[in-house]
């Protein structure tokens, strides 16, 4: 079975400043898909970027990237000039390729903004 | 688009009562999937429908929990009878096609079982 490991449970960065936060995970298939995603304090899970394994090319979208490295089997999330609305949870995911398919959460990086 | 919709936001019952939540999908989409969130679990997938049919219910904890997609605008999840550790915020998100990954989720309903 899949794991996602998502090891800092809280992060701070100061306002225009970048953070990064780090996610594992554990799988055994060559081709799948991960996510990042945002939980505000509404509660609402907002889907950050998106990166399927056969791309070599890191996604980005806007001011957050990702570095992937499919050997490591590590997939960071890096939010660059940092802003108060990007303060939430934010949860790393796994899912496997074809059809229907689980998808595999972390367990959550808090990320506080410091003005 | 008013995005997934649930009801209540927020629920405090009694153990041993009936809890339904509710959810209505985005228009057009033909997957729904409903988690549950806790602090010691995580994100949990609970059961995914697609085109009403239950595929994946796997993840139901126990007979306790029952759901039900009567057609492709409404859903309802149903634990009878409730308990403490039933707890927890419980979110309902939709996709177009069996995407998981790529669902947009409601804003959550919070319960608390006393």
């Known amino acids: 079975a899949q794991t996602v490991t998502q090891s800092q449970p809280e992060m701070s960065v100061q306002e225009a400043e970048t953070v990064t936060l780090s996610c594992t995970y554990d799988?055994?298939?060559?081709?799948?898909?991960l996510f990042w995603y945002k939980q505000p304090p509404s509660r609402q899970m907002i889907l950050v970027i998106r990166?399927?394994?056969?791309?070599?090319q890191n996604a980005t979208e806007n001011r957050f990237s990702v570095n992937f490295q499919k050997a490591a089997k590590s997939f960071s999330l890096k939010i660059s000039d940092s802003q108060l609305g990007d303060a939430a949870m934010y949860f790393c995911?796994?899912?496997?390729?074809?059809?229907?398919?689980?998808?595999?959460f972390g367990i959550g990086t808090k990320l506080q903004v410091i003005p | 688009d008013a995005g997934v919709i649930q009801s209540p936001r927020h629920e405090v019952t009694e153990m041993g009562q009936e809890v339904t939540l509710r959810c209505k999908p985005i228009?057009?989409?033909?997957?729904l999937f409903w988690y549950r969130q806790t602090m010691m679990r995580g994100l949990e997938l609970l059961i995914y429908?697609?085109?009403?049919?239950?595929?994946?219910d796997s993840g139901m904890p126990e007979d306790r929990f029952s759901a039900k997609m009567p057609n492709a605008s409404f859903s309802t999840l149903k634990i009878q009878p409730s308990e403490p550790r039933d707890s927890a915020v419980y979110f309902c998100?939709?996709?177009?096609?069996?995407?998981?990954?790529?669902?947009?989720f409601g804003q959550g309903t919070r319960l608390t079982v006393v």
């Open positions: 995911a796994y899912r496997s390729p074809g059809g229907y398919q689980k998808v595999t």
């Open positions: 990166q399927e394994a056969y791309k070599q």
């Open positions: 799988t055994s298939e060559s081709d799948y898909y």
């Open positions: 228009s057009g989409h033909n997957s």
């Open positions: 429908f697609n085109n009403n049919v239950p595929i994946d």
């Open positions: 998100a939709s996709s177009l096609g069996q995407g998981a990954g790529k669902a947009f």
